[in-house]
């Protein structure tokens, strides 16, 4: 099946400092790919939709100038949080929907990046 | 709204079997995904259904009932291994996915 990784895994990076998380379709090409945040104990919240080749779209009360996200080939997205604050530290997990499947939308997630912002 | 309901959490027993509900309220209605997460791990895709009824899958299958709004998660021959939570999610009319919160399922020898 298609494999979606995310790089790192985990990070610890003080407060008002920028964290840089890749995204990456490893066997296939994805000009979507989503970001979500999920919070302990919490479902996943979808943060933003990164479209290859234009502007991502940004869910309702999520910072465009926060978050940033940059689609720049089709097996790469990346996420970067500026200035992260320790509010900011949470699990952010990266998808991509299965190419071969059309409307049917299942998606494959990268294994997740757990940030702590001290 | 667009809203998922399903248990918070559950306690089954080694070898037995167990069924998570989940119901939802979607602006359309494109399938519904049922997705295991184990704690600290991104969600693994399991089921889904866009078509009334039963679909088995080894020892897990999902029920969809579209008039209802109405999907569960049943999980026979539990192992140890099936500790996990368990993500109910809808595709809306524009495919976007609306998550539930998750079920934690608690297994006991």
């Known amino acids: 099946g298609a494999v979606v990784s995310q790089h790192p895994s985990w990070v610890i990076c003080k407060s008002g400092t920028s964290v840089k998380i890749e995204c990456r379709s490893l066997?296939?090409?994805?000009?979507?790919m989503f970001w979500y945040r999920q919070f302990p104990k919490q479902s996943l919240m979808l943060m933003a939709t990164?479209?290859?080749?234009?502007?991502?779209?940004?869910e309702q009360g999520v910072e465009k100038d926060k978050f940033l996200i940059n689609h720049a080939s089709l097996t790469l997205s990346t996420l970067t949080v500026t200035s992260a604050h320790p509010e900011d530290s949470s699990f952010y997990i990266c998808?991509?929907?299965?190419?071969?499947?059309?409307?049917?939308?299942?998606?494959?997630f990268g294994p997740g990046t757990r940030l702590t912002v001290l | 709204g667009q809203n998922i309901d399903q248990p918070t959490e559950m306690t089954a027993t080694e070898g037995a079997i167990v069924q998570i509900n989940c119901t939802y309220q979607?602006?359309?209605?494109?399938?519904l995904f049922w997705y295991q997460q184990h704690a600290g791990e991104a969600p693994t895709f399991l089921s889904y259904?866009?078509l009334d009824g039963l679909e088995e899958k080894g020892r897990f299958s999902s029920f969809l009932s579209r008039s209802k709004g109405y999907s569960y998660l049943l999980l026979k021959e539990l192992q140890m291994k099936d500790s996990a939570s368990y993500l109910c999610?809808?595709?809306?009319?524009?495919?976007?996915?609306?998550w539930g919160a998750g079920t934690k399922l608690i297994i006991k020898p």
């Open positions: 259904n866009v």
């Open positions: 999610a809808a595709a809306d009319s524009n495919y976007q996915l609306i």
């Open positions: 998808s991509a929907p299965n190419p071969g499947q059309g409307d049917y939308n299942e998606q494959f």
């Open positions: 979607t602006s359309g209605f494109n399938g």
């Open positions: 990164s479209n290859e080749g234009s502007k991502a779209t940004y």
């Open positions: 066997d296939f090409q994805a000009t979507t």
